[in-house]
């Protein structure tokens, strides 16, 4: 049988997607729901990491400063653990992509570490898709996702970075 260099290549990166996928473990049962991703520390303001693949571009674009924009108020209405849970959703929904504001809907919001924000988002990665922002609360960092959708940026995912734990 005859090898094909193009399917044996396609089958080499599928293996390593579905080995590198593979190594997620579930939380254990009975642990403490999470807020979000465990996200990697911040690069110093006005740099971006190094992308060796070129994917990530090396200074922040004009689009940025939008999902920025996306990133402070999903926080400001996040960072509200008084409000009763249906007021909170509904201040936190319309910045949130649908299946991230459905997950949102089973947070208690009295179970926010946060009650404001304390500086302004700082990009740290960013594609024309997806912009990775730190924004500063009285509770830690907080690493949030935003992705375009259509015209405006939406939060797909919220975690307080790591650092911000192990303090």
Do not use: K
Request: charged share 20%.
């Amino acid at each position: 049988m005859t090898r094909h260099p193009v399917r044996a290549a396609i089958a080499g990166v599928a293996t390593l997607l579905l080995t590198a996928c593979a190594g997620t473990a579930p939380a254990p049962a009975g642990s403490a729901p999470a807020i979000g991703p465990t996200v990697e520390p911040a690069v110093p303001a006005g740099t971006l990491p190094a992308d060796p693949d070129g994917v990530l571009p090396a200074t922040p674009s004009a689009a940025d400063a939008a999902a920025v924009d996306a990133a402070m108020r999903f926080v400001r209405a996040w960072a509200r653990p008084d409000l009763p849970a249906d007021r909170w959703l509904s201040g936190v929904r319309p910045y949130a992509v649908s299946a991230y504001a459905d997950l949102l809907a089973t947070v208690e919001p009295a179970n926010i570490p946060a009650t404001q924000v304390t500086g302004r988002g700082q990009v740290v990665a960013a594609t024309a898709e997806r912009v990775d922002i730190d924004v500063r609360t009285d509770a830690g960092v907080l690493r949030v996702r935003c992705v375009r959708d259509g015209a405006r940026w939406l939060v797909a995912t919220v975690g307080i970075r790591q650092e911000a734990v192990e303090r």
